[in-house]
T-cell receptor, first 115, second 114 residues
Framework: QQQVKQSPQSLIVQKGGISIINCAYE??????FPWYQQFPGKGPALLIAIRPDVSEKKEGRFTISFNKSAKQFSLHIMDSQPGDSATYFCAAPAARDNYGQNFVFGPGTRLSVLP | DTEVTQTPKHLVMGMTNKKSLKCEQH?????MYWYKQKAKKPPELMFVYSYEKLSINESVPSRFSPECPNSSLLNLHLHALQPEDSALYLCASSQGGLAMGEQFFGPGTRLTVL
């Protein structure tokens, strides 16, 4: 069974700073690695995802860096804002048959951006 | 419409009650999921339906019974639950098929078992 490690568990950043969250996975035959953002009382929402035919993907202030050989990927949030305060989950594909597909989520990182 | 809806938003039930959670999507997705999320923990997969067939059951106790009446609807029937089953129950959907892709999550049902 796939296992996903995520660090740090919690992160406090000043407004305008850079937030960096790291993930490591064990094994996967599938190439799709998403980051989800979850606000209190809400369901997770896709923030950004990468298919590792590229080593980096940028969308606005959010960047995923992917190191396939190290089985690691990270999320960088540039110019962090108080509205970014949320819990962030990375995910990696788990075992899948021809009919279903599912992810294993990392334990999560609680980000607090101070004004 | 890129929304997954879930009802009810909150549910309080006794250990002898029978209740159902409902989930609906109109994105034409063919894979639907139930997750359980405890406080300060990641979502844990319970069930996966693909093309209306149950494809993954993550060893969930039989007091949870999923049902997929059609490609847009997913139910979770609850019976004789325990207090430790109190959690946020999330429904999600994705395009399905062989390509991995985004899962769209609903807002969840907050379940309290007394």
């Amino acid at each position: 069974q796939q296992q996903v490690k995520q660090s740090p568990q919690s992160l406090i950043v000043q407004k305008g700073g850079i937030s960096i969250i790291n993930c490591a996975y064990e094994n996967t035959a599938f190439d799709y690695f998403p980051w989800y953002q979850q606000f209190p009382g809400k369901g997770p929402a896709l923030l950004i995802a990468i298919r590792p035919d590229v080593s980096e993907k940028k969308e606005g202030r959010f960047t995923i860096s992917f190191n396939k050989s190290a089985k690691q990927f990270s999320l960088h949030i540039m110019d962090s804002q108080p509205g970014d305060s949320a819990t962030y989950f990375c995910a990696a594909p788990a075992a899948r048959d021809n009919y279903g597909q599912n992810f294993v989520f990392g334990p999560g990182t609680r980000l607090s951006v101070l004004p | 419409d890129t929304e997954v809806t879930q009802t009810p938003k909150h549910l309080v039930m006794g250990m002898t009650n029978k209740k159902s959670l409902k989930c609906e999507q109109h994105m034409g997705h063919r894979a639907m999921y139930w997750y359980k999320q405890k406080a300060k923990k990641p979502p844990e997969l319970m069930f996966v339906y693909s093309y209306e067939k149950l494809s993954i059951n993550e060893s969930v106790p039989s007091r949870f019974s999923p049902e997929c009446p059609n490609s847009s609807l997913l139910n979770l029937h609850l019976h004789a639950l325990q207090p430790e089953d109190s959690a946020l129950y999330l429904c999600a959907s994705s395009q399905g098929g062989l390509a991995m892709g985004e899962q769209f999550f609903g807002p969840g049902t907050r379940l309290t078992v007394l």
